[in-house]
């Protein structure tokens, strides 16, 4: 049995004259994290409300377990759940009767299934009291029962810790992690906190003017590269300069401190030719390259949606 939960397949849309998407093609899988990042305008709402079927496809298609958005739309949104910016409640009904009330538009949603999402995203204590008196991120919290009510294999988030304080950042990310793991959901996030991205999430898709720039595992993006960055506390500073001018590009220097670029395994001759010419070495800094690096180095912009 396969285990790819979405596959967007060359998928375009065409306004007027203009492409907002030129052929995006990837897979999400069952029980990952998938965050979908770029900078304003690439077009990560536009293609989220195509996969969701708010927005019709000018070509390519999006299937979910198989499913065509296209052909099949029933079958296919059947297995969707998402909120798209904020979730809507009614305020002047407890979140008890929200997710009843919601349960009546879905099929097979019993009284059981409604305390187990509950339990799930942690409002047992709150779910009798009024949505209106909820906190941000009890609102997110119940949002996000509400959308996996129907137990839906694809779960699609778009900036699910907005607004939010750290701790229910924090809260909302594991519990995003508890659907992936325990329930086997591909949730789908779309967001501009880059290092929330990378705690969240098993691989990242990096889109930029309608076109899939990169789509890399989380761990792989981030690891060290062969070439590092390297900061030497050194003394004296001109001399160390001169010895490093002939084979390393030096990107900034101080009054004691160099900032240069260098193959990993260089390090070491690095310190031994400096020992050897008496200069003093106080600190050796290798600078670990975080997702916003490998973000600026593959969008090269900096303005983030």
């Known amino acids: 049995m396969s285990d790819t939960a979405m596959e967007l397949i060359d998928v375009k849309k065409v306004i007027g004259n203009k492409d907002i998407i030129k052929g995006l093609t990837f897979n999400i899988h069952k029980g990952e994290v998938f965050g979908f990042i770029g900078p304003n305008g690439a077009g990560k709402t536009t293609t989220i409300r195509m996969m969701v079927g708010l927005m019709g496809l000018s070509g390519g298609d999006v299937r979910i377990l198989g499913n065509s958005i296209k052909s099949d739309f029933k079958d ?33 949603v019993t009284k059981e299934r409604i305390q187990e999402v509950v339990k799930l995203v942690g409002l047992e204590k709150a779910i009798n009291e009024k949505a209106g008196k909820y906190s941000l991120g009890m609102r997110q ?5 509400q ?10 988030l778009d900036e699910p810790t907005n607004g939010l304080d750290p701790a229910g950042i924090r809260e909302i990310r594991q519990y995003i992690r508890k659907l ?10 779309s967001s501009h906190l ?3 991205i990378e705690l969240m999430c098993d691989r990242i898709g990096l889109i930029k003017n309608g076109e899939m720039v990169a789509i890399q595992d989380v761990n792989a993006a981030t690891e060290q590269t062969t070439v ?7 003394t004296p500073i001109q001399e160390a300069v001169n010895i490093l001018t002939e084979d390393f590009g030096i990107k900034a220097s101080g009054r004691d401190t160099l900032l240069i670029q260098a193959e990993r395994d260089r390090i070491p001759d690095i310190i031994e030719t400096f020992v050897k010419q008496n200069i003093r070495i106080y600190q050796v800094t290798v600078t670990t390259s975080t997702l916003e690096d490998k973000f600026f180095d593959l969008i090269g912009e900096n303005t983030i949606e």
Do not use: D
Request: avoid cysteine.
């Open 76 to 108: 296919a949104i059947r297995e969707v759940g998402a909120i798209v910016e904020n979730p809507e409640m009614y305020p002047f009904m407890t979140g008890k009767q929200n997710l009843t009330h919601y349960a009546r538009m879905m099929p097979k």
């Open 228 to 234: 590092v960055e390297v900061q030497l506390e050194v």
């Open 147 to 156: 959308a996996i009510l129907h137990q839906p294999s694809v779960l699609i």
């Open 141 to 145: 919290r119940l949002g996000i029962a």
């Open 194 to 196: 880059l290092s929330e």
């Open 180 to 189: 992936a793991e325990e329930e086997n959901v591909a949730v789908i996030i």
